[in-house]
């Protein structure tokens, strides 16, 4: 604005497919409008900020007219006052039903994660929800929800209507989903409060798991501000699958890494693993070649207490 408030134009839409934007309330509404917003979409990307104004206050096109349809018609939805009301009624109530079972099946997933304990049973594909008992062979999850719709009405009515084949979203595939949507989010707060810090230290381990496989895990310390002060920290980010032993191998996985993680190397100021050669070599050692890079990252080998 000409006295530098900023606010929203919440009309202003962008289509990723056509590379181009478009103002809803004219695209719903108009019956024909000049603008390419209008029409069949806005992509004079360089003179954008002075056609988005003039579209904002132009009365050729109407664009307050419809603006006010727009929102009426959203309001109307919103409150089942339209000529439809039962419909969007029934709409909402749906919307609303499937919501609250996703939100249970997400309390779900987060209970069994916290406290590390498994999914999923031996014979889910055969799950009669009718009989609410807890059975063994679910697994946690579909127990757990069995157990959770004792004391909800619309989860219990979700599950004594399910029928085979029909959409439940509470199969493994979405528990899946669930988990790998947490695990993005909690791992960017971290990553957000590592940049936030500015400076930290990495510490990578390497072990091999059940199936033999190398694993690396990748732990950051760094200081997270409190209303307090600081705190330090120390979080875990990733598993990485290594094949290679060598120094030059694995200080090029760590590396790949923080970038993938959007952290500069050279804000690192401290690095800890083992007392591997291979990690805490002083020639060709993962210490010694992130240490050529950033002379800044001190290195700390791991001391193990018993």
Known sequence: ?????????????????????YCTACKLF????????????????????????????SPVHKHKECFIKWKTRLQQMKSCLGIDCDIERQIHSEKEKWRHILHVAMDAVMYLATNCLSFRGSKESQIDFTQHCLQLSRGNFLNLINLLAKYDPTLKCHLDH??????????????NEMIDLMAIKVRNNIINEIKEANYFTIMFDCTPDVSHTEQMSQVIRYLKRTESGYEIKESFIDFLEVDGKTGEYISQRILDKLQADDLDVEKCRGQSYDNGSNMAGIYKGVQSRILRMNELAVFVPCLHTH
């Open 162 to 175: 399910l029928k085979k084949g029909q959409t439940s979203y509470l199969s493994k595939t979405i528990q």
């Open 1 to 21: 604005m000409a006295n530098k408030e900023k606010f929203k134009r919440s009309w202003l839409v962008y289509s990723k497919t056509k590379n181009a934007l």
């Open 30 to 57: 108009a019956n024909s409008c000049p603008s390419a917003l209008g029409k069949d979409g806005f992509i004079n990307w360089k003179n954008a900020s002075e056609r988005l104004a003039e579209h904002d206050i």
